[in-house]
């Protein structure tokens, strides 16, 4: 039995679905694809009171609640749950793991139908866009047409973004948070050194590594190089300055070991654990090669046809997604005459920022579905019917 | 023969010369030490020319001029030679490699007169304290008593404030550039993953590698992690942004292969046939262990001790040494009634800054050393006799 940890959502289970394939961005064609999701709260019978929850680069499914299984708690837990920013006492959440990822969703650990070997790397490359077509078909699977809102950070607010340009009638509300439109150059090479520890890794082997002998080292060297990142500069020195994690030990090679050292060793060490190292290059290229306006013929009338309002949040300490990013992305939907609400948060946690416990972070997203979702009520409007 | 670049030095050539050794910071005890060393310009009959330039991380002795033999060109030909900033018409230019390199001074890679054996791991920790040791022994074998001025950037500015604390009596003037008196917890981060990338290379052998295998993927993933971080993201979207390298090829693993990836790959390859991974361990570490006031026993005093004047200069986009921390250099200083000027370079560059040719800082380095030196000749004092 697993130790119960405190979780308002109390234990959950996700679920794999099998749905039909589809023809990814560049072509490939997947016979099927098995996703794995959670849900949580009830769907009204209006069926407008769907909250989609997109997760980051090394999230899943489990948003919320702890796994009956594995004990995990889930990834947002902060922000869902019963009263919580995403009140599953009043909206139907639904999360899925990425396509490409490695928790129960197809992805290169999957067997493929057409060798019946794991794909590894013949894994087609998949992109935002392949991501946000395998959830609008669980959507379908699940019965519901429309989203009341589709949120996320990092990588989950470019999906959130892809929905509501590629799925204008199908978003009532999009909130990307600490997100971009399209990676920068720093944002690319921080992800390409991570792809190449892991493929100079020799037990990588092209990709066909066997359980036993995974590219670990690899994929905790990349993970190390995110932490940094995720992370600002004031809240390392904060939390590790220069100080050493012990005495030194005959077996030490330096004379100090300090405590940031530690710190990045052990979540290098922990990631590999829950992480498959292919799909970490898969899904990295994915986030270098997003650009919004991708397979956009007119960006100007995709733009003009964007159904949604948004709420659009950085971090002012965030500097592998700054805020600069966001504002971007506000300006553009402004000069369409969209509604946007930008809101630049002062937290010092850097992109870690969305992930980490926070009263105003709580209070925005809560206050703007709640007044988006009594005028939806109110009104009497079907979201379906918008 | 080797091919003639254009450098106003023209050909040079290092030496190596067998010092008698000396007890590390952490107790041990080298029998001797070779220090490799370039001599640009000629020592005046008051010996009061002598201007002493202090390499960062992958430097070497070859300041300026072009190696005779490897027809390397000096890295900091721009700023070093007849009629530059540091002008060699008028200068005694002395660089030398630091103590664990790999640019022919006593490091990992050195014979270890107790075993006969490359040290590889069993080279002790050594300290930015020892390589100013070491180039100290250099000074007294070249008969030099003192020195003009101490010069470098990142950690040849540490070397150059070690000087003034350390050697009060020797320095007249102290002009470390884009540096910091002791790395916080991110710039230790950076080496840490660097570090791990290297040891966790299964060709590094806990150091014991052979020429023919050595840990040449984690050495490249470290360089790859070092050059970002040496740019500012400004100019990494100036010179790189989203461009794709090339259209893709049958065998690109992704549909999109990025010039900044393919910038950083070359970086890290390059890097791997000039640079000893052990080194890297040694002198990272170094980096990360050092303090200013490190085996000072009342810095009041030894602060108020110091008779340097100094110029100190960081640079406003360099995130990596960012100009906080020089400011706090100069007002630790600035509150011992020291001689401080303080320059903040607007240059785009990153902490790279201080290698890229710049008018702005040649300007600034030439015309202190200019006013100091008239005025220390026109005054008709005696360096020595200071």
Redesign the interface.
Known sequence: MVKKYYSDVGFVSTQTVRLPGFETT?GYQFPYVDINYLTLGNLNKEKNNVILVTHALSGNALVAGQDKETGAIGWWDDYVGPNKAIDTNRFFVICSNVIGGCNGSTGPTSINPKTNRPYN?EFP?ITIQDMVKAQSLLLEYLGIEKIFAVIGGSMGGMQALTWALHYPEKVHLCIPIATCM?????Q???N??GR??IM???NWNQGNYTPDKRPE??L??AR??GH?TY?S?EI??K????KPQRNPEPSD????F?S??SY??YQ?ESFVKRFDPNSY?YIT?AL??F?WFQNIENPDVAIRNIKSKFLVISFQSD?LY?PEQSRQIVKLLKRANKSVTYMNLNTPYGHDSFLIPNKELSTIIDSFLDLEFNQLTKNGVNLNAI
Do not use: Y
């Not at 939390?239 to 220069?242: D, H, N, Y």
């Open positions: 560049f790397m490359p399209a990676h920068s150059a720093m690319i090479a921080f390409e050194v190449q520890a100079s890794d020799p080292h690899g905790a060297v190390m190089i940094i992370l500069a390392m020195e939390k590790f300055g220069r090679i330096f004379p100090i300090f940031v050292e990045l060793q290098g290059l290229k270098d090669m650009d500097w700054p």
